[in-house]
Structure formats: C-alpha cells, structure tokens
C-alpha cells in the first residue's frame, strides 16, 4: 500500500535508489528510477555548485517525477598538520609512482558546503537528503519554505532522536550492512554499527516520523521485510550499482561480479573516515598506518588522483570499492527492469 511518506514524497514505489557520491548516480539513473515510481537521488558531495545545478536541470529534462540531492553536512574532524600532510604523501608516492602520476601535495581547500546548499535550496528538489551530521535550524526552515522535505541519516537510535528533535521530516537509518561511509556523526563509528533489522525496529518506536532503511538490502524480500517492521521505503545503493545507466567504473563492476567474491571491511584508508568496501591492497597497506595520515576529507582528497589513474588503468587494487555487505545479490540489468523486478519480489500491487 502507499503510505503516507510516499504520497508526501510522490513515490509509487517504495524504493530510494540511495545517493552515492562518486559518480555513481548519474543523470541516466536517477531519472530511470524516479520514471519507475520510486525515487532517485543524486549524491552531489564532491560536485561544485555549478555541476549539481546542470545536473538537476538534467534530471529535469528527463522526468518530470520527484528526486533528491543529497550532501554531506559534517564530519570535518580537524585540520591537517604538516606533519600529516608531508607522512601522507610519502606513503602515497609509490602508489602515485606505479600510475605514472606526481605525489600528491597538500589538499586542497574543498568545495564550501554553503554554496552547494544554495544551489539546492535554488533548484528545490523534492528531497534533501543529508550525513555526517545535523542540518542547521536555518537550513531545515529554509527547506520548508520552499517546499523541499529533508531527510537525515542515522546510524543509532541516540541519532534518530536527535534528528526528530531537530525538525526533518524523515529519517534515513543506515544499518551496518551498508556501502559507503558510515552516517554516524554522536559517537564513535564502534558503538554505532547496528544491523538494519535491529535499527529499523528500535527506530520506528523512537520516532514518529516516516523511517527509510538502508544497509544491505538487495533484494524484494528484504524491501518486504523493512516495510514489515514499519519503514515507509527502502534505500538501496550497491543494488543499484551494476544498472547500465549507474557511473560505477569498469573495474569496480568487475569486482563486484566475482565470481568467488571477496569479503568487505570498514576501512578509513581512502577518505579517513570509515566506509565499507570490498577489500583491496590499498586499503591493506594504508589502513596500518591511516591514524598517522591526515584526517577527513583531506585524504580523500590526497588519495583523489590515485584512485582516479588506477580508475581509469582498469586496476581495482587503488579504488575505493565501496559496496554493501550483500554486494554479491546485485544484478546487472536496467535499472527499469530492476525495479520491476524487486517490486515484482516484494509482491507489491502498489495502491
Ligand atoms: C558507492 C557509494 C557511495 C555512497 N555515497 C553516499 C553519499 O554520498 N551520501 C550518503 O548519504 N550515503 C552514501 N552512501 C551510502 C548509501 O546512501 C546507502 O546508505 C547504502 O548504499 C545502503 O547500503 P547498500 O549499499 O548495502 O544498499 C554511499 C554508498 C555507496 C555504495
């Protein structure tokens, strides 16, 4: 049945195709999931203002049904040493070395997060979606008055409240199965990994406001099960990652497919912060020593040109490998025929 989040939301499906950062959610599949009832979002941490305007304008074009655009909203532990930065770039040299490629130097200053918030504020997609932390008061009433609902992510039940209390409309909680980087923004990422089916029942007693699960959910038997237990629809990244229309890079997919799949792991040695991805060497090597580097985001910055060349050399032992702990469920096929297919699995008959 359609619930009242999905009727706020303009949902026929209840599915969220997650926001990933990266690339991965690009016009092409955002715009397909949207057309097929659930609802895409476009996960515009690293795009520049310019870009998330063009790219909503994009998604525009294509469908006239509801999205989101998502951002990071906190997590800027502190700034870099010096120290940091020159021990960083000494244990990224080889690696830079065998792609050909200059050690990095210091970070650069990032992309100012007040900027992106008035692109989206401008273009108001249906939702704004957001991690890492809390959206200010001003921006939660911003985002009211231009008719954008707000959603925030959780990874405790200590976090969902505070979300309540802060005034979004819904709550994304993200069990410890998920791809990507952890949400958790109370208490440190250890005591905050809770399963998906453990949150979402602790969540939807917590608050009264609509809860979407996420975190290793890949098939319609698991979007049952989160509706079951009360969520009003389920986020799904890495499911989502082998459509044709997603930006995932050739030799992320490839490790994806595997036919003996290898295990994922929380690791902070891309970005400093922890994320779930399929185990590589990069994150072997750089994981024992990643206390001493320079925190987030300045290594997902200093690491930035390195997965970007062993990208494009076809090599999956540099990349972020982000993926969910059931990564070996996701189906390479449209993404129509994907939601028709988990849709088809939840048994749902729609209204
Ligand atoms: C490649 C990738 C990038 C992600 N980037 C973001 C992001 O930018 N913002 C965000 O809120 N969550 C991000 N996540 C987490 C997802 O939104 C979602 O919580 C997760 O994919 C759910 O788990 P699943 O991958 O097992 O479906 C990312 C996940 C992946 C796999």
Redesign the pocket.
Same mark, same amino acid.
């Given at each position: 049945m359609i619930n009242d989040f999905m009727m706020q939301v303009g949902m026929m499906a209840p599915i969220i195709q997650?926001? &990933? !950062?990266?690339g991965?959610t690009t016009v092409e599949l955002i715009s397909a999931v949207s057309e097929n009832g659930g609802l895409g /979002?476009l996960? !515009?941490?690293?795009l520049t203002p310019e870009v998330i305007r063009v790219t909503a304008q994009a998604i525009r074009a294509r469908t006239d049904r509801p999205f989101a655009i998502?951002?990071?909203v906190g997590g800027q532990e502190r700034e870099p040493t010096n120290a940091q930065i020159d021990f960083t770039s000494d244990i990224l040299e080889p690696w830079a070395q065998a792609y050909g490629i200059e050690a990095p130097g210091a970070p650069g200053p990032g992309i100012a997060l007040d900027r992106q918030l008035e692109v989206v504020l401008d273009v108001a997609p249906r939702v704004f /979606?957001? $991690?890492?932390g809390m959206a200010s008061p001003e921006l939660l009433r911003a985002c009211r008055s231009r008719g954008i609902l707000t959603m925030g992510?959780a990874t405790t039940v200590e976090e969902v409240k505070a979300l309540t209390e802060a005034g979004v409309d819904s709550v994304?909680v #993200? +069990?410890m199965?998920?791809? +990507?980087?952890r949400?958790t923004f109370l208490r440190p990422f250890e005591e905050s990994m809770f399963g998906v089916l453990a949150l979402t029942s602790m969540a939807v007693q917590a608050t009264s406001l609509p809860v979407v699960a996420?975190?290793?959910? &890949?098939t319609g038997g698991a979007i049952r099960a989160v509706l079951d237990l009360g969520a009003s629809a389920a /986020? &799904?990244? $890495?499911?989502f &990652?082998l459509c044709e229309e997603a930006g $995932?890079s050739m030799a992320h997919r490839y490790m994806l497919a595997l036919e003996k799949p290898r295990p994922t792991v929380i690791t902070r040695a891309f970005s400093g912060r922890p994320?779930?991805?399929i185990i590589n060497r990069f994150h072997e090597q750089i994981s024992a020593v990643q206390h001493l580097c320079v925190p987030f985001p300045a290594l997902n910055d200093m690491t930035r040109d390195i997965r970007r060349a062993a990208a494009n050399a076809g090599d999956p032992e540099a990349l972020?490998l982000?993926?969910? #702990?059931?990564?070996p469920l996701a189906r390479d096929m449209p993404a129509a025929s994907l939601m028709a297919v988990l849709l088809d699995e939840a048994k749902w008959f729609g209204a």
């Open positions: 997650a926001p &990933m !950062a990266g991965v /979002s996960g !515009a941490a690293y998502n951002l990071f /979606s957001f $991690t890492f992510t994304c #993200q +069990g199965e998920a791809g +990507g980087h949400g996420a975190g290793g959910l &890949m /986020s &799904m990244g $890495t499911a &990652m $995932t994320a779930r991805g972020s982000w993926a969910g #702990q059931a990564y």
